[in-house]
């Protein structure tokens, strides 16, 4: 009679569980354990610090940090902060990651707000770096407060510096090389479809940081964005520039801005095209004309009137050189193309 009792309430028992909806016991599966899902959590807010508690650490020679700059490989060879190691920004970290991992990391960039610190801190956050930090204003704050910088130029760095803290920005240009002879073939110019665009250092005329050493591409992220490098002014750069501003106007999600390579020579054309034409996307130039790193990590051929890149998600989907105004609208359907399919994207205005 006893063996029948037990087979009744188990039955009983069996026939509850049976009826209660499948949710609710996985629900309580999971609370019971306590557990939560690791790849559901999110980096905490990023911690910064100091140029200066950094400085003193170095002079104390503390071991129980690392720097990590993250611009890329040809960049951190022209200049970085001593002891730094490279680890240059991506769009996705992947194992194994050569970090130390018994020491805090200090991660910084050339970037106004940290953007590229700040992504990659979230990013070796997923791989269990928690004892990380970003340095306070990055490079651009370390070599304004004139602390020590290395590397292969890291003299020009500084002066660079002192030069964009001046009136406008608006230094000797560097001498350009003779003109190189004619391609053979298609011209080929700027980073090519499926390549990442890396930080650019770029001396800022008409936009927000007037005068400054910025990233724009840093600052607008993975915010859909076309790039416009010229080589030189004239009327047909100017008309390529005023259509690819009311192209980035016409749409509100897209960001853009113009690059003279040609150097500072070019400071008064673009500040008097934007106030003449009422030009809102950023014009700016490079620092060192067609010698400055950034013609070699875009892969700029010195040849090239223009080189028109259309990016999103920091990543070019669309590469035109030598555009014309008859042939402009191949870069607005490839603009339109990319806005179509990507994702609505933020940034932080044009």
């Not at 073939?185 to 050493?213: E, W």
Request: hydrophobic share 40%; with cysteine.
């Amino acid at each position: 009679m006893k063996t029948l009792a037990k087979w009744l309430a188990l039955g009983t028992l069996a026939a509850v569980f049976a009826l209660m909806p499948k949710g609710a016991v996985a629900q309580d599966d999971q609370t019971a354990g306590g557990f939560e899902d690791p790849t559901t959590l999110s980096a905490p807010p990023p911690q910064f610090i100091a140029p200066a508690e950094i400085k003193k650490m170095i002079d104390n020679h503390d071991s129980s940090f690392q720097l990590v700059d993250t611009q890329p490989e040809e960049a951190f060879a022209e200049g970085h902060i001593p002891g730094a190691i490279n680890y240059p920004w991506v769009q996705q970290v992947k194992p194994p990651v050569p970090l130390p991992r018994n020491k805090m990391l200090v991660l910084y960039c050339p970037c106004n707000h940290d953007e590229d610190s700040i992504d990659m801190y979230k990013k070796l956050a997923e791989f269990g770096y928690l004892n990380t930090k970003i340095l306070e204003g990055g490079w651009y704050k370390w070599v304004a407060m004139k602390l020590p910088v290395e590397g292969t130029d890291a003299a020009n760095a500084v002066k660079m510096a002192d030069a964009a803290a001046a009136a406008g920005g608006g230094g000797s240009n560097a001498p350009s090389s003779s003109a190189p002879a004619a391609p053979v073939g298609p011209l080929v110019s700027g980073r090519q479809v499926g390549a990442m665009t890396p930080s650019l250092r770029v001396i800022d005329v008409t936009g927000k940081y007037k005068g400054q050493d910025t990233c724009y591409v840093c600052e607008y992220g993975a915010a859909p964005t076309i790039i416009g490098f010229f080589n030189k002014p004239g009327d047909q750069a100017a008309a390529l520039i005023v259509k690819l501003d009311s192209l980035v106007k016409s749409h509100p999600n897209l960001k853009g801005f113009v690059v003279m390579t040609e150097g500072a020579g070019t400071k008064d054309w673009l500040e008097k095209l934007a106030a003449d034409k009422g030009i809102q996307i950023p014009l700016v130039y490079f620092a060192k004309g067609n010698q400055d790193l950034g013609m070699r990590l875009y892969k700029l051929a010195p040849a090239a009137d223009n080189t028109i890149l259309v990016n999103d998600n920091r990543q070019v989907v669309a590469n035109f050189v030598n555009i014309s105004d008859s042939t402009f609208n191949q870069v607005q359907d490839a603009t339109v193309k990319m806005l179509a399919s990507a994702p609505a994207a933020s940034g932080s205005g044009q």
